[in-house]
């Protein structure tokens, strides 16, 4: 049942972002940027440089996982030889 909530949880908030992000760079462009919803999104700039940072992070991450995954079977080799 925990994982059902956590899952859905999940998924809660990856539709959040996900509609948040869609509707901030496929629809704001065509508002008037003096119309009120424009306070609710931060400067379009951003719109390229979060994804971006997220991905780079991403990618660290992976790669540090790989190094460290492949340094542990290295010794667990050594140790078996």
Do not use: C
């Not at 971006?52 to 667990?76: C, D, H, Q």
Request: glycine share 6%.
């Amino acid at each position: 049942m925990g994982n059902q909530v956590v899952g859905l949880g999940l998924v809660a908030v990856s539709l959040i972002i996900f509609t948040y992000y869609t509707a901030w760079v496929i629809l704001l462009p065509f508002i008037d940027s003096e119309h009120v919803i424009h306070k609710y999104f931060l400067p379009r700039a951003y719109a390229v440089a979060i994804p971006l940072a997220a991905g780079l992070l991403l990618l660290l991450f992976v790669g540090l996982f790989i190094t460290y995954m492949m340094l542990k079977s290295e010794r667990v080799t050594k140790k078996a030889q």
